[in-house]
């Protein structure tokens, strides 16, 4: 994952104010909280398997980083998806950077076998 960490923070320039991680796994829940600043804030919309724990510094918790949990999204579309689009339109968020593939919709399998295989 530290190579996946190097990329993003090249992209990025910085770590972030806030992360908000999907993809249900552990693995992926520590990095989003890697890539957060001392006072940020990680958000996981996701659920890995039954029994898995996350691993983070306590210290890091205790210096101002914060994680929470989402349980079926807990979004306020109205507010929410206005706010995100905002915030893109300003160039904040360089989803651009992020897109390393696109693929037409009769490839769809093709994605979700390229995704599942990172």
């Known amino acids: 994952m530290q190579n996946t960490k190097d990329k993003i923070l090249n992209i990025l320039g910085d770590y972030c ?3 908000i991680e999907s993809g249900g796994k552990t693995e992926t ?3 989003g909280f890697s890539l957060i ?3 940020g804030k990680l958000i ?9 724990c996350i691993h983070i510094a306590p210290h890091e918790l205790i210096a101002g980083k914060q994680i929470f949990g989402s349980w079926g999204g807990g979004c306020k579309p ?3 998806i ?5 915030i893109y339109l300003k160039g904040k968020v360089p989803l651009e950077k992020l897109i390393s593939r696109r693929y037409a919709l009769e490839n769809i399998n093709e994605a979700l076998l390229d995704l599942e295989n990172g």
């Open 29 to 31: 829940i520590e990095l």
């Open 17 to 19: 104010d806030g992360c």
């Open 78 to 80: 109205d507010i929410d």
């Open 82 to 86: 206005p706010k995100l689009a905002e």
């Open 37 to 39: 600043k001392k006072t």
């Open 44 to 52: 996981f919309a996701s659920h890995p398997p039954e029994g898995e």
